[in-house]
């Protein structure tokens, strides 16, 4: 069993930026791919980011991409999500989720969920 938990999130202007935490206990964080999501009102969860075990590879959603970084410190056994150039279409709730599979960006995939963290940015 693994516990998430994430932190971080908040309300900032667009351009701005924040960095998500995602805290984890229980088994060995390390063996285990790392993946953000977000959920926006009234739409289905979005892939955003992974990070592979032992930060082997990572994956972004387009939407993210030069904007966003993943990263993971496992003798921390938390992960980050640094957003930078915040917009208004990436307010949402964020979710941290861990996969004994490998890196994936299908949330399916996934066995281990946080309970979110809002984000919201204003124009």
């Known amino acids: 069993q693994v516990q998430l938990i994430e932190s971080g999130g908040g309300l900032v202007q667009a351009g701005g930026s924040l960095r998500l935490s995602c805290a984890a206990s229980?088994?060995?964080?390390?063996?285990?791919?790392v993946g953000w999501f977000r959920q926006a009102p009234g739409k289905e969860r979005d892939f955003v980011a992974a990070i592979n075990f032992s930060g082997g590879g990572t994956a972004y959603a387009d939407s993210v991409k030069g904007r966003f970084t993943i990263s993971r410190d496992d003798a921390k056994n938390t992960s980050y999500l640094q957003m930078n150039s915040l917009k208004p279409e990436d307010t949402a709730v964020y979710y941290c989720a861990a996969s004994d599979r490998g890196l994936t960006a299908w949330g399916r995939l996934y066995d281990y969920w946080g309970q979110g963290t809002q984000v919201t940015i204003s124009s």
């Open positions: 229980g088994r060995t964080f390390s063996r285990y791919a």
